[in-house]
């Protein structure tokens, strides 16, 4: 069962006068309670509504609803019930009391807890036996929507115990329901709260984690600061905070606002006046007055908005907190005070949805930032329907908002006349649409605008300077980045502003103290807030200092990105991996920034083709680097050449051979014109990566063998291991195994040399697969394994994916079937989510063979035709005339011969053309079971002949469970031909001429 989270409805009840029933009719009360059980369930659940507790105190009852609505319409069918039942004579009839209060729910351990809640149940306890009350919340969303005969009746605003603010009380009019009860009881007021906290008129919404924070904080500290940036919600929070320790202060909780307060002299005035401390001519000042009246009291005081007042603040509070010893102060501040004994808590944006989320409304209305837009928005439209798509918009609204309560508050306001669609399109400007709010709110909440001029007033022209040049960096930095980007590089001591290196830690420090900026310190960056980046931006192009920083960041990267390349291929290459892609987005910035020179975006583009690779960003690196070779001004120089190598090396590795192709033959074709021959090396080694994956391993085995030589020339060691690999590739593809392993066990040897981890990681893998051919199927097991250990460190998902894949076939060749189905379905997964086209058709390949061998005919044939269809796409001719010998094979064991032959013949006509000596053993032993179940018994015996002669040539063993299916073959022509005939037909097989073989196959 799920329970309903955000915003719900609960329906408390419980049975007038049950102690009393009890004690004067048990027997009865056990039948009439059964009775109001069935009656519940029954209202409760034809309305969409959970009973959490069955039984509470009492003979009560507990249930959650996610529409208020509904809730009323249960409330009502079950008074009704109940009046309509028959009940036991002694009992006359049940009356229950009901309540309805709508509200956040805070959900733990399939329970619900909080005010909520707490106040539900204090509205049931005045109500009468029949009567269903409803909160004014409840009153507010129902009231408009309801049918013909319903009503409400406002029974007047009264106090509710333990409740400090009074609450106007409802009372639901139904047909058939009595409409007469006699006047609610009311609670005296609570007794008077010494203290002042300002009553709040929206809801509170999440925060639970932080405020148990607070709560431990506050237990060791007698100063705790909540510091954050505008509009993360501090005030809302200390408030929500305060009011929670209201009995452990039993002298009071006093709030004292400090942001109208320009003189810093006046901070004693305003702390008088909210204590009600009179000024006495004993006392010199207002603050001895102060000090006089709290030192021997327990208090909490809340200064709220200390940073515009920072020193004064944080002198009054010491002098507070060494005179007073038993007061303790909470302040917000968009900076530390920095006293003695402070403990400073950082109030972090609400809770955002993961990408993870997007789609799935349960998981979005989780979100603390998406539950505080939907109350916002609720309470400014009617019409605002919880949709997956609505939701998803919600989301990604709240997610560019950074999670900041003030902002998403603005946002929600707009839906008064935005759809959310348009409100979520409009952020680009989102001081423009973040720039109305309620007539009542504080002048710096006003806008969003107006909230971080709040913030920016306050600081030195240095300090500014600083805060505008950040925004050029798109979702962070580095210290280092921030002293070679935004620091003043010329000579301008008299400018008042001026920022030189040495002051850019120190001014960052600051700003991050201020709020102003984030720091991370497990990551060593600092950030921006989206608001603030554009706040900060819309400063910088006024300065007009924009197109000088973005200049200089693209310099700078492409500069830090090159040394990056080098290093890759070494030791440190998974840190250099991590530190690209924490800067991904500003390095696309970078690459999309039309005003940066095109050379220099090449260079950058083509010194993360590595990062592209390792990271799965394949598509990525191709639609940019096409983007920008399509740009005008693109001179045709070695560069150029390059650049177009890296995209045929991206487009080959996704299957787009086309686009690969083209752009390689352009690059040689430049690299020659230029004389660049190791560049021309480097277009050899894509070349033969391309007619590898389209099937023509001889074509490659040429280009990958001419890419070698010259690469030994110039010493480039990491290209000469990938071009090593290729011809161990292209070794293996043509049933060539030892020279396979010999070309693999030197390109190990280089590997190994340099500490490239991934690439021996590859290498293993390549290892494995030579084992497997081998028939040394434990071998290549452990090649596979040891293979994904490794890539798991590095999280090379592709990588894992090919040795999940491997090991399922391994799996499959021993008789394992439900491991190798396990490990295949990983590898398919793995490689749709990163859209590895070539590897989803092998793994559809590995369990159309893995269905075939447990006898799921229809299934094995719908992954083949997949496969089929996938290496026809990519142009891959072997491994689709592959699939397709495995479509005949499966459709002869359905019985669909004719269907079978047609297919068969498409291979054989594949097979005149391409040279493999695999896939012509494939065919061969698939037309002998196809001659078999023709009952053509001569020719498949003369069939198996040939099997027999073009596998002793490959010197490759036939797998467990292939070999005992040729067995159970050649045992049934033996017995129905006879020994000496199927013998005579065997060694006419060996006779045969491929070309002449094919004809006969043809024939079937």
């Known amino acids: 069962m799920r329970l309903p989270t955000g915003q719900v409805t609960f329906l408390l009840t419980d049975i007038e006068g ?57 409330a009502a069918q079950f008074q009704m019930s109940l009046l309509q039942a028959a009940w036991p004579p002694a009992l006359a009839i049940i009356k229950v009391r009901m309540a309805l209060h709508t509200g956040m729910a805070t959900l733990r351990e399939g329970d619900y807890f909080g005010p909520t809640v707490n106040r539900c149940a204090r509205l049931r306890a005045i109500a009468h036996g029949g009567q269903i009350l409803l909160s004014s919340t409840t009153a507010q969303k129902i009231e408009s929507n309801l049918p013909e005969g319903f009503s409400l ?57 932080e405020l148990k924070q607070l709560e431990q904080l506050l237990n060791r500290t007698r100063l705790l600061t909540l510091s954050g940036s505008g509009g993360c919600g501090k005030t809302r929070l200390a408030i929500e905070f305060a009011e929670r320790l209201q009995a452990e202060f039993s002298d009071g909780i006093w709030f004292i606002e400090l942001a109208s307060i320009a003189d810093p002299s006046f901070i004693p005035h305003a702390v008088a006046n909210a204590l009600g401390v009179a000024a006495l001519p004993i006392y010199p000042s207002a603050q001895e007055a102060i000090l006089e009246h709290l030192k021997s009291q327990r208090v909490l005081l809340l200064l ?75 309470a400014v439209t009617n019409d605002l329907s919880l949709s997956s798509e609505n939701l998803n918009y919600i989301a990604s609204i709240c997610r560019r908002l950074d999670g900041i309560p003030l902002a998403i508050e603005l946002a929600a306001a707009r839906c008064r006349a935005l759809s959310l669609k348009d409100i979520e399109s409009h952020l680009g400007d989102m001081f423009q649409l973040l720039s109305q ?42 210290l280092e980045a921030a002293e070679a980007i935004c620091a003043d590089t010329d000579d301008r001591s008299t400018d008042a502003a ?146 177009l190598h890296v995209l045929a090396s991206l487009a080959c590795k996704q299957g787009n051979y086309d686009i690969a192709e083209y752009a390689i033959r352009e690059s040689l074709q430049l690299s020659l014109q230029h004389n660049d021959l190791l560049a021309a090396a480097h277009t050899r080694v894509v070349e033969g990566e391309i007619a590898h994956a389209r099937g023509d391993y001889d074509a490659a085995f040429t280009r990958f063998a001419a890419a070698y030589e010259t690469l030994k020339n110039f010493d480039s060691r990491i290209d000469m291991a990938e071009a090593l690999q290729g011809l161990g590739d292209s070794a293996l593809s043509r049933n060539e195994c030892p020279s396979a392993r010999a070309y693999y066990m030197e390109a190990l040897e ?23 051919f081998l028939g040394k199927y434990a071998e290549a097991a452990k090649q596979y394994q040891e293979s994904i250990e490794m890539r798991e460190r590095f ?74 269809q996938l290496f026809q796409q990519l142009g891959n001719r072997v491994n689709a005339a592959t699939a397709l010998c495995d479509c005949s094979l499966t459709l002869i064991r359905l019985n669909e011969l004719s269907q079978a032959a047609a297919i068969l013949h498409e291979v054989v006509d ?36 040939a099997y027999d002669q073009h596998a002793s040539l490959l010197e490759m063993p036939i797998p467990p469970i292939r070999k005992s299916a040729q067995e159970r073959l050649r045992s049934q022509l033996n017995a129905t031909l006879g020994s000496e005939p199927f013998q005579q037909a065997l060694e006419s097989g060996h006779q045969i001429a491929t070309q002449s073989l094919f004809e006969q196959i043809r024939t079937l």
């Open 153 to 209: 009746v406002h029974l007047g605003t009264l106090a509710l115990r333990d409740i400090y603010t009074p609450e106007p009380i409802y009372q639901l009019v139904a047909p058939g329901l009595p409409t007469q009860f006699p006047m609610l009881p009311t609670s005296s007021p609570p007794d008077a709260i010494k203290g002042y906290l300002p009553t709040l008129l929206t809801s509170f919404i999440g925060r639970e984690k």
């Open 498 to 643: 001026f920022l030189p290196t040495y002051d850019v830690l120190d001014t960052l420090s600051l700003l991050t103290d201020r709020s102003l900026v984030n720091y991370d310190t497990h990551a060593d960056r600092f950030s921006l807030l989206e608001p603030m980046r554009q706040y900060s931006l819309q400063l910088l192009r006024q300065s007009g200092e924009e197109p000088m920083l973005r200049e200089r960041h693209a310099q700078w990267f492409t500069q830090w990105v090159e040394e990056a390349a080098e290093r890759i291929p070494g030791p440190d290459q998974e840190e250099w991996f991590s530190r690209l892609e924490r800067d991904n987005d500003n390095l696309r910035a970078v690459l999309t920034q039309p005003n940066v020179a095109i050379e220099l975006r090449l260079r950058l583009a083509i010194a993360l083709w590595r990062h592209w690779l390792a990271r799965d960003q394949l598509q990525e690196g191709q639609d940019l680097l096409q983007h920008l070779l399509r740009e005008k001004g693109v001179p045709s120089s070695p560069l150029k050449a390059k650049a």
């Open 437 to 478: 709010s309620p007539r009542t709110s504080i002048s710096r909440h006003k806008t969003l605008r107006a909230a971080l001029d709040w913030s920016y007033s306050p600081l030195t022209p240095p300090q500014k300077r600083l805060l505008q040049r950040l925004a050029v960096f798109t979702g962070g930095w580095t």
């Open 750 to 772: 280089i590997r190994r040399t340099l500490k490239d981890q991934r690439g021996i990681a590859n290498l293993l893998h390549a290892l494995g697969n030579v084992a497997l």
């Open 18 to 74: 049950s102690t009393r029933l009890w004690e004067s009719h048990p027997e009865e009360m056990i039948l009439a309670l059964e009775q109001h059980d069935r009656i519940a369930i029954h209202a409760i659940q034809q309305y969409d509504g959970t009973i959490i507790k069955s039984r509470g105190e009492g003979d009560s009852l507990f249930a959650v609803f996610s529409d208020p609505l509904k809730a009323t319409f249960a």
């Open 910 to 945: 594949s097979c005149r053309e391409i040279s493999s000596h695999f896939l012509c053993l494939l065919v061969i032993e698939t037309a002998a079971e196809l001659a078999a179940a023709q009952k053509n018994y001569a020719l498949a015996a003369q069939l198996l002949g």
């Open 795 to 868: 999280q090379d998902r592709k990588g894992i994916a090919a040795s999940l894949n491997n090991l399922g076939g391994v799996a499959l060749l021993n008789g394992d079937y439900a491991q190798a189905e396990a490990f295949c379905r990983r590898s398919l997964t793995l490689r749709q989510q990163i859209g590895d086209k070539r590897g989803i058709a092998f793994s559809l390949l590995t369990l159309g063979h893995i269905a075939r061998e447990k006898g799921d005919l229809e299934e094995a044939l719908d992954y083949s035709e997949q496969s089929v």
């Open 304 to 378: 709220d908005n200390c940073e515009h007042l920072i020193e004064a603040a944080a002198q009054f509070a010491n002098t507070l907190l060494h005179t007073c010893p038993y007061i303790k102060i909470v302040a917000t501040s968009r900076e530390p005070l920095n006293i003695t004994g402070e403990v400073t808590f950082r109030v972090p944006s609400l809770s955002l949805p993961q990408n993870d989320d997007f789609g799935l409304p349960e998981r979005l209305i989780e979100s603390e930032a998406v539950k505080l837009f939907l109350e916002r928005a609720q």
